[in-house]
């Protein structure tokens, strides 16, 4: 099966700091990105989509200027929460994509907590 | 936006029980998927159904898509304390996005 990285697994960070969410696809190319955002005891919403070398697309109510997606590469893409709050505090998964497929890989998330 | 309606949301029964998990829409998907996620883990695939009337088995679990291809069910049968998690159902429109169902939470008690 393909292999997914998603680092860090696990970050604590201060109200008003900036944190960086990797995801790499180790074997295969991801022409597309999905990032997922996971509150306690709920389902996975999509907050952005993102092609390789193109702007991300964002769900309603996701603000793009705090989060911010790069997808530069095709088997690289990262999520940076900026000024992060409490609020932002959630389990953050990443899922990429080949192109033409409807098969999805799942990251193994990033539990982001905002002191 | 195309909403997954997933029932129950909880469900705690004992081991050897059989339960069945729904998923409905008003709308048609080219493909639905049902995944099994553990705390703290991304989720992971269980199956995909993709032709309307599909029923696919795996061990204790079966799948079922319906002949309008607008909901499915997840059925255990004789459930085990190793079954727990939550359950997921997601439909697919093409290679578009995938949306999820809200979820559901089942507790098998030894």
């Known amino acids: 099966g393909a292999v997914v990285s998603q680092h860090p697994s696990r970050v604590i960070c201060k109200s008003g700091t900036s944190v960086k969410i990797e995801c790499r696809s180790l074997?295969?190319?991801?022409?597309?990105m999905f990032w997922y955002r996971q509150f306690p005891k709920q389902s996975l919403m999509l907050m952005a989509t993102?092609?390789?070398?193109?702007?991300?697309?964002?769900e309603q109510g996701v603000e793009k200027d705090k989060f911010l997606i790069n997808h530069a590469s095709l088997t690289l893409s990262t999520l940076t929460v900026t000024s992060a709050h409490p609020e932002d505090s959630s389990f953050y998964i990443c899922?990429?994509?080949?192109?033409?497929?409807?098969?999805?890989?799942f990251g193994s998330g990033t539990q982001l907590s905002v002191l | 936006t195309q909403l997954l309606e997933q029932s129950p949301q909880f469900l705690s029964i004992q081991e050897g029980e059989n339960l069945t998990v729904y998923c409905n829409s008003s709308?048609?998907?080219?493909?639905l998927q049902w995944y099994r996620q553990e705390p703290g883990e991304g989720p992971v695939l269980l199956v995909t159904?993709?032709?309307?009337?599909e029923v696919k088995k795996l061990k204790r679990l079966t799948f079922q898509f319906g002949d309008a291809r607008k909901d499915s069910s997840l059925h255990i049968t004789a459930a085990q304390p190793g079954d727990t998690g939550l359950y997921l159902c997601?439909?697919?429109?093409?290679?578009?996005?995938?949306?999820f169902g809200q979820g559901t939470r089942l507790t098998i008690n030894p």
């Open positions: 997601a439909g697919a429109q093409g290679a578009q996005k995938l949306v």
């Open positions: 074997d295969f190319q991801a022409t597309t």
């Open positions: 159904v993709v032709t309307g009337g």
């Open positions: 993102s092609n390789e070398g193109s702007k991300a697309t964002y």
């Open positions: 709308s048609v998907f080219s493909s």
């Open positions: 899922s990429p994509k080949i192109q033409g497929s409807e098969k999805l890989f």
